[in-house]
């Protein structure tokens, strides 16, 4: 039987002033015909707001192009926004240069979906791993460097042994564990997670999930955790927001989430999770929903009516604005 992830006990509760702000993230990507002239402009990320409190893990769900990792990339400052701002610690890092962000650089890191292309094949895990430690001067000598290398390999459930091998010898949740420990050789206090666990069966996934909230209570890290499987994200996020076609469709406490969606696309993504008993999978026949509309040109009103089975003459007229009901936002005029 695969092994379970387990629940973070008591971890998020009571959540202090956020270390981690997003307020009306606007991204945008023009597209363009073979000539060069300007065809549309794809709204990858649109208004997205959110908040991440010390010690928790905000899930981030959607299906493929909802703009998930966009918004991992303006978090990080890969990317700049067309609008609105991220602030670390109360600090709007957008507007910062680049010789600015050397320690929020540091503090926030991401473990990234594919553990296949994101390690050098070149380099030594070692060396890799060392590298961060002596950009930053965090160390004295590489001896010392190499040594806190060495403990963290073993953290994560590797060896000493691994530090002078290349990452093609190391399977794929060895060398997710090794993304891992790069993203935690810097002693970061937020990590985003982008799709960690989506190219390892089940067994490897709760291995690693494991391991995340292990290391999460040891060294008070913060996640957020984007996934399409929202499922394993309702097992371990704290709060959970919704994301389609770059727009929250809907954001609030896991549980209440889970056991009570509002949105009519939270309750489809809910009902296309596979029912362990086959005798109750007659259960969870989907009605026919068709495709995901194009982000270029993307329908007026709701952006989900047209696949919705609940939509009305009001959904497809005006786009709802997210409002708040407790601790619950909702962007849907049937609720």
Avoid: W
């Avoid at 494991?210 to 994200?233: A, D, K, Q, W």
């Avoid at 996020?237 to 009519?264: K, N």
Wanted: glycine content about 8%; hydrophobic content about 40%; some cysteine.
């Amino acid at each position: 039987m695969a092994q379970e992830a387990r629940v973070p006990c008591g971890v998020g509760e009571g959540m202090s002033t956020p270390i981690l702000e997003g307020k009306g993230l606007k991204k945008g990507y023009p597209i363009k015909t073979p000539m060069g002239r300007l065809k549309g402009i794809v709204k990858a990320v649109d208004g997205v707001s959110f908040s991440l409190s010390e010690s928790e893990i905000l899930g981030v769900v959607g299906e493929s192009g909802c703009g998930k990792s966009t918004l991992a990339r303006l978090i990080l400052r890969l990317e700049r926004p067309d609008g609105g701002c991220i602030l670390f610690k109360g600090r709007d890092i957008t507007m910062c240069k680049e010789r600015e962000m050397r320690e929020f650089r540091r503090r926030v890191q991401i473990v990234f979906q594919d553990p296949f292309s994101s390690l050098n094949p070149r380099m030594k895990v070692g060396t890799m791993l060392m590298e961060p430690l002596l950009v930053h001067r965090l160390v004295p000598s590489k001896r010392v460097a190499r040594d806190r290398v060495a403990s963290l390999l073993e953290r994560v459930g590797l060896s000493t042994q691994d530090m002078e091998r290349y990452p093609h010898q190391f399977s794929g949740g060895e060398r997710q564990r090794i993304g891992i420990a790069r993203a935690l050789v810097l002693d970061p206090q937020v990590v985003v997670a982008d799709e960690p666990t989506s190219s390892l069966d089940v067994f490897v996934q709760a291995q690693v999930v494991n391991l995340m909230l292990g290391l999460m209570e040891e060294r008070r890290l913060s996640y957020v955790f984007i996934s399409h499987n929202l499922s394993l994200v309702g097992q371990i996020a704290h709060r959970i927001m919704v994301l389609y076609l770059g727009r929250v469709m809907e954001a609030g406490p896991a549980h209440q989430l889970m056991e009570e969606p509002l949105h009519p696309y939270t309750q489809v993504l809910l009902d296309s999770i596979p029912a362990p008993d086959p005798k109750e999978a007659h259960l969870h026949r989907l009605p026919p929903l068709g495709d995901v509309p194009s982000p270029i040109n993307p329908p007026p009103g709701c952006p989900f009516h047209p696949r919705c089975p609940q939509a009305q003459e009001v959904c497809r007229r005006e786009a709802p604005s997210l409002c708040s009901l407790g601790d619950r936002e909702v962007a849907c005029h049937l609720v």
